[in-house]
Structure formats: structure tokens, C-alpha cells
T-cell receptor, first 115, second 112 residues
Framework: DAGITQSPRYKITETGRQVTLMCHQTWSHSYMFWYRQDLGHGLRLIYYSAAADITDKGEVPDGYVVSRSKTENFPLTLESATRSQTSVYFC??????????????FGPGTRLTVT | QKEVEQNSGPLSVPEGAIASLNCTYSDRGSQSFFWYRQYSGKSPELIMSIYSNGDKEDGRFTAQLNKASQYVSLLIRDSQPSDSATYLCAVEPDTGFQKLVFGTGTRLLVSP
């Protein structure tokens, strides 16, 4: 199916474990993003990517690693999970044409609990 | 720190009424503005984008942008109970290159 998918949808892990959240989009959008959403903070950008092999930090990148070897995939890795990383994680994608930023479309989210 | 401010609500309106949601932003050079709707436990869903001063209408939704006053609003006409959700305002700062800054959202409750 066309669109943007995330896996897993739910994940429980222990403190100190490495966790990878997957994101896949079929629109061939250049831009992809990872956000976390927490009560009281709204959506905060973790990392984004403008194209394959081009990534940059967002507002809250500490403790996270990303890669983008293919345009359609943008995995997010928590190298050593901490309880403060318990959150809902959303992946999004969009396109940009010249100076105009097009809309970002969000995946269904991954609810991560770190115990 | 670029900021986007929204009243957290809840904003309660009766069915059929007009709901008015407001958002202010701090970066005067911002160029792109978006409204998202988010139902509880779901992902944000794009409703409107607006780039120029004035009004933009799409069905029951109207986005209004005033760059001089640094606010953007969303009007929902003929509100329905199904419109009950949290509405997120997102702004692309001048040097943001798609690094949107989101408000914390306004919760809208439409009563039958």
C-alpha cells in the first residue's frame, strides 16, 4: 500500500537496550523526519533527512541515531534506551520545491515504553 | 528558540457552531504554516496549509494568516461531533528548511 508505515507499532524494552524503530514511505519524498510526542511538549523534532545519506539534528537528538541509505527508509535507533525516551514516535515525510515547503505526512506512530 | 503558542483548551462549541482556533508564532520570517488534526491515540492528519496573508478555504475549514501580527487561525464552520480532536498549529521558521515547530495543540470538543 502507498503511504508511510512504521514498525513496530508498540514496543516495550528495558533500560540500556538498543531499539530500532523503522519507517518506510512509498511516495519517494526527499524529506523524512522523526518526532517524539510527549504530554506538555507537543511534537518535537529528533532528526530529519533531506535525501539519502543526508541527515541533520533536530531539537532533541541526544541518545538517538539515524541513517538513510535508501530514499524510502529512515530508521531511528535508540543506542541505550532510557526511561526518559518513553514516548510516542512519529515518522513523517514531505517534499520541497524551490522555496516552498510542502506538507508533512505522518505515519501511524510507534508507542515505546522503556522500563 | 522559535515558539508557537496555542491555547490548550478545551474549546467547547455546540454542534453547528463555528469553532475558532488561534495560533501565534515568534519568528517573523516564517513562511509556511500548517494545521493538523489529531484524534486521541492517532497520528496528526493534515487539514490545511497556508503560505500567504489572507484566507484560504477548503470545505468547512478556513485558514487565516496575518504575518504582520504573527498569527494564524483555523475556522471550522458547521462544527460536528466528529471534529472533536486536538488541533496542532505548525510553523516553518525562516531558516527552518522544513524543520517545523509545532504548538502543543488546542483540544476542541463539539457537543451534540
Amino acid at each position: 500500500d502507498a503511504g508511510i508505515t512504521q514498525s513496530p507499532r508498540y514496543k516495550i524494552t528495558e533500560t540500556g537496550r538498543q531499539v530500532t524503530l523503522m519507517c518506510h514511505q512509498t511516495w519517494s519524498h526527499s524529506y523524512m523526519f522523526w518526532y517524539r510526542q510527549d504530554l506538555g511538549h507537543g511534537l518535537r523534532l529528533i532528526y530529519y533527512s533531506a535525501a539519502a545519506d543526508i541527515t541533520d539534528k533536530g531539537e532533541v537528538p541526544d541518545g538517538y541515531v539515524v541513517s538513510r541509505s535508501k530514499t524510502e527508509n529512515f530508521p531511528l535507533t535508540l543506542e541505550s534506551a532510557t526511561r526518559s525516551q518513553t514516548s510516542v514516535y512519529f515518522c513523517a515525510s514531505s517534499e520541497r520545491n524551490g522555496g516552498i515547503s510542502y506538507e508533512q505526512y505522518f505515519g501511524p506512530g510507534t508507542r515505546l515504553t522503556v522500563t | 528558540q522559535k515558539e508557537v503558542e496555542q491555547n490548550s483548551g478545551p474549546l467547547s462549541v455546540p454542534e453547528g457552531a463555528i469553532a475558532s482556533l488561534n495560533c501565534t508564532y515568534s519568528d517573523r520570517g516564517s513562511q509556511s504554516f500548517f494545521w493538523y488534526r489529531q484524534y486521541s491515540g492517532k497520528s496528526p492528519e493534515l487539514i490545511m496549509s497556508i503560505y500567504s496573508n489572507g484566507d484560504k478555504e477548503d470545505g468547512r475549514f478556513t485558514a487565516q494568516l496575518n504575518k504582520a501580527s504573527q498569527y494564524v487561525s483555523l475556522l471550522i464552520r458547521d462544527s460536528q461531533p466528529s471534529d472533536s480532536a486536538t488541533y496542532l498549529c505548525a510553523v516553518e521558521p525562516d531558516t527552518g528548511f522544513q524543520k517545523l515547530v509545532f504548538g502543543t495543540g488546542t483540544r476542541l470538543l463539539v457537543s451534540p
